[in-house]
């Protein structure tokens, strides 16, 4: 069993950053691939990133490429994501989630545990 607790979220201003961070427990992080999804009102939940065990691959949805940012620090058993130059369309409630796998997982189907989320909420 894996445990995920997101923080960070909050409100902030369009062309605003967050960073959001990710604790794991439970289980050995790095044995796990990551991944941050999020889901708006009255929208289904969405891909946003995703990194693989060791960090060496990631992949990002479109809308957030060349913004947003995913790490981890496998030390301290924490993901993240860098969020920069924010729109409102970037409002939702964000959700990291965990798969033991080797691979790079952007589908939440194939994801076994999540976290309770984090609201993100930017401002026009």
């Known amino acids: 069993q894996v445990q995920l607790v997101e923080s960070g979220g909050g409100l902030v201003q369009a062309g605003g950053s967050l960073r959001l961070s990710c604790a794991a427990s439970?289980?050995?992080?790095?044995?796990?691939?990551m991944g941050w999804f999020r889901q708006a009102p009255g929208k289904e939940r969405e891909f946003v990133s995703a990194i693989t065990w060791s960090g060496g691959s990631t992949d990002y949805a479109d809308s957030v490429k060349g913004r947003f940012t995913v790490s981890r620090d496998n030390a301290k058993n924490t993901l993240f994501l860098q969020m920069n130059r924010l729109k409102p369309e970037d409002t939702a409630v964000y959700y990291c989630a965990a798969v033991e796998t080797t691979g790079l997982v952007t589908t939440d189907l194939f994801y076994e545990y999540w976290g309770q989320g984090t609201q993100v909420t930017v401002s026009s």
């Open positions: 439970g289980r050995t992080f790095s044995n796990y691939a």
